[in-house]
């Protein structure tokens, strides 16, 4: 994985020519974030499959609309994989607050793994974030936090689940999401503990063998 | 904003080709991420500057590399904007808990704000991580929680906010990153709910009128 920021003019068809040298190279970009500041933009990307990362960046800068390209480290190495918690405020507070105690544990020595949350309610709302969740860059797991969650929302964790391989631990709660999830737990810390446990590296705990099972 | 989802063939050049129709319609892609899975790569973009987006649909539609175009709503529209913690972990927890239920009260109202963490320590690491934020999308503000911070911290601190515009806000601790953040809070949850305030669109809290001060 190469990591690069580049300050790039901000005309029409800068991007066209960077990928069409980056795809010279055998370059795939996996993700790029930009920022305009005026004349200039502040291009992020992460490429893979680069195999002579050293030439891809002498000829990026000499494209005419680089000003300047440099090397970074990938947002994975910084932020690592990141558990997302969504539902209600109290109750993904709560998750919250055992995600981040286990992935500190687990970051103290050496990895890296994120948690990131949104308070939601809603149907419509939640069934339209976790299906959003596959589009959001280095997720490991989703943790349903709520009292009551079905129909839509329980759609959305089966596409999330089968399309996109992303598991799912559901608070035990009413309605059909628990019935759709990969394992379901009654206490929000543990549900969080478990979910920083289920994507570790480190892991002792393999999701695949409590899948189903009800905590 | 406009929001699209595409089924791409895995084949190099295919964002070249893309790109360029887009360039040719005056638009601007500010972020893509893209997920492969065998031949196909999925590739979700968020374009600006469109001024006749079914036009360039159909047209990126006719590309061969494409085969599938799905409109979706912009990630900012579902997860809004981001609340960044990092530090300690039992102080990022107890941030994020203001935080989160700060939020929760403005989503139940219609808003959208996210809260993100990371369990983090040391002083490289915490440097490194906070200049990174400045390539993470959607963020609307940073807390730094924790006991100790300075040196490198605070170098990083001083250019996220100089040259990225990000406010700050630091937990009361001793090092230097107090002195150089635009607020300074000793209780956590209310610097959690104090940074969900400052980047809220109902806001009556305008960081501008507080900077500088420690509460």
């Given at each position: 994985m190469l990591a690069i920021s580049m300050d790039v003019e901000n005309v029409p068809g800068a991007l066209k020519a960077i990928a069409g040298v980056i795809a010279d190279h055998g370059g795939n970009i996996v993700h790029i974030q930009q920022d305009s500041e005026g004349e200039l933009a502040r291009l992020y990307m992460e490429i893979e499959g680069v195999e002579r990362p050293k030439v891809l960046l002498s000829e990026l800068r000499s494209l005419d609309v680089v000003r300047e390209v440099r090397v970074l480290r990938p947002l994975k190495e910084i932020y690592g994989k990141r558990v997302i918690v969504m539902g209600g405020g109290a109750q993904v507070a709560e998750v919250a607050r055992g995600a981040i105690t286990e992935a500190d544990r687990h970051n103290i020595r050496g990895e890296r793994i994120s948690v990131d949350t949104i308070p939601l309610v809603g149907e419509e709302n939640l069934a339209e974030a976790v299906r959003a969740?596959?589009?959001?860059?280095?997720?490991?797991i989703l943790v349903l936090a709520g009292s009551l969650m079905g129909g839509k929302i329980a759609e959305a964790v089966q596409e999330l689940r089968e399309e996109h391989g992303i598991p799912v631990i559901s608070l035990n709660m009413a309605g059909s999401v628990p019935e759709v999830a990969d394992l379901v737990v009654t206490d929000p810390v543990q549900a969080g503990v478990m979910a920083v446990m289920a994507i570790s590296d480190a892991g002792v705990f393999d999701l695949s063998r409590v899948r189903g099972r009800k905590f």
């Open positions: 969740v596959a589009r959001l860059p280095r997720v490991g």
